[in-house]
């Protein structure tokens, strides 16, 4: 078995399940790949008594990896992506983290999960990710034109809010009069979308959601549509430029540019392991159900 690591930051007492990683993975043969600015960054906080191949970018990636861990929270995985990409390799999360809707284990249940994954007890689930092009075009995000979560476009340098001309499938839906406009999958609808009111969306539904942030045309709602649609927004506003974020990463784009937005012509592929569901996490995060009466 091949697998590549990944994380962005050396959190608090890590270390230790960091080095239990490595040694459970190391029992049973696996070969190991560490991205470099990671393995550089723990390597320099604990003893590392093995050595370990690494790489840099998605040009060092091929299919031959059978699994990549990302290590971190939620925001680390979507860091993962963009290494990952459309390779189609399945990538499982280690919660070291806080909430951790994507990154599912528990840093103390690394072992049960590594025995689970070399013993083959697991899904591979794909979750759609969103594709964006804009008129001109931005040089910021023409690399990496994608978004598991979500995509926003939202004001910068000014209180004011900005205008979000919308249409769908080339037909008028509405202006929104807001402070931004997120675009989410059924991934990201339990992220940023869901804290402006967003619906929650089961993963295997085939929809994205619209979500207006703070609108002042207070009947605006989130609209769920089917995620074959393309979507056309046109923000205007007193300043010259607005913000787009692709998940974590953020451009400016110019006022009137026109930004296109459609289902990516790949998915991205999450392991379940056996014993694991969405709507068990989604109880477990969101504490539903959860009452001092009961």
């Avoid at 790489?55 to 963009?82: N, P, W």
């Avoid at 023409?142 to 340098?157: G, P, S, Y």
Wanted: aromatic fraction near 10%; charge should be negative; proline fraction near 3%.
């Amino acid at each position: 078995m091949k697998i590549g690591i990944y994380g962005q930051f050396y959190h608090k007492n890590s270390g230790e399940y960091i080095s239990y990683l490595l040694q459970n993975l190391q029992q049973y043969g696996v070969d190991i790949y560490i991205e470099k600015k990671y393995y550089d960054i723990f390597s320099a906080k604990i003893q590392v008594t093995e050595t370990y191949k690494t790489f840099e970018s998605y040009t060092d990636l091929d299919d031959s990896f059978d699994l990549f861990f990302s290590i971190g929270g939620d925001g680390t995985i979507l860091r993962t992506i963009t290494l990952v990409q459309d390779l189609n390799i399945p990538i499982i999360g280690i919660n070291t983290g806080r909430l951790g809707f994507l990154a599912t284990i528990q840093k103390e249940e690394i072992q049960e999960a590594i025995a689970k994954i070399v013993e083959k007890k697991y899904t591979i689930v794909e979750r759609s990710v969103l594709a964006v092009e804009t008129s001109p075009t931005n040089e910021d995000i023409v690399d990496m034109n994608f978004a598991l979560n979500e995509v926003t476009v939202a004001r910068k340098d000014t209180t004011s809010m900005i205008t979000v001309r919308t249409h769908l499938n080339d037909e008028y839906l509405t202006s929104y009069w807001a402070d931004g406009l997120i675009v989410a999958t059924p991934t990201g609808s339990t992220g940023y979308s869901l804290s402006c009111g967003g619906p929650v969306i089961t993963p295997n539904n085939n929809n994205f959601v619209l979500t207006p942030i703070a609108p002042h045309n207070l009947n605006a709602r989130p609209l769920v549509i089917p995620d074959h649609t393309t979507i056309r927004l046109e923000v205007s506003g007193r300043e010259d430029k607005h913000l787009i974020s692709l998940d974590s990463r953020i451009a400016t784009v110019n006022i009137n540019s026109i930004i296109t937005i459609k289902k990516a012509p790949f998915n991205v592929k999450l392991v379940e392991l056996e014993g694991q569901s969405f709507l068990k996490t989604l109880r477990k995060k969101l504490l539903w159900g959860e009452d001092k009466r009961n």
